[in-house]
């Protein structure tokens, strides 16, 4: 019903405002699973600015978790995708120092692409790029 172009707008805002509810605290746990997870991606790209607000606050916590898993990683592409500028620059702020790590993960290594040409700013692109020369670097580049 959410995903369908003849149901109007209120009632999808309503089926949306339905899910986030129901999910609340338990959206960052329940989006490694294929259908919650095609959920979530079709109640972020559909719903409105508060909506998608609320429910990137419900994700904030599990970031990392969810860039490793192999059906958490499409909802992040989602709120990258479709998230405003503020919501991509706290997922690159979260997401930033593990980006080598994600690199080297099948899943995460698309959000850290996705992340790097749309999400993240001048800044945290070259925090992601000196974190990619090792610790080594990252101590002796001042002195």
Sequence with gaps: QLRSAKTPADTKAKLIDEVISTLDA???DVCTKHDVARVAQSC??????SQRDALVQR??????????SHYGHFVLL???????????????????????????????????????TQGASAEQRRLM???????????????
């Design 26 to 28: 338990r959206l960052a």
């Design 59 to 68: 994700l904030q916590p599990r970031l990392l978790d969810l860039a490793r």
């Design 129 to 143: 790029y000196v974190s990619l020369w090792g610790k080594e670097f990252r101590l002796f580049k001042d002195a």
């Design 44 to 49: 972020f790209r559909l719903g409105s600015e």
């Design 78 to 116: 989602a709120v990258l995708r479709h998230g405003s500028k503020a919501q991509r620059a706290r997922m690159a702020a979260e997401l930033a120092p593990y980006a080598v790590d994600l690199c080297a993960h099948r899943d995460g290594s698309e959000v850290v692409d996705l992340l790097w």
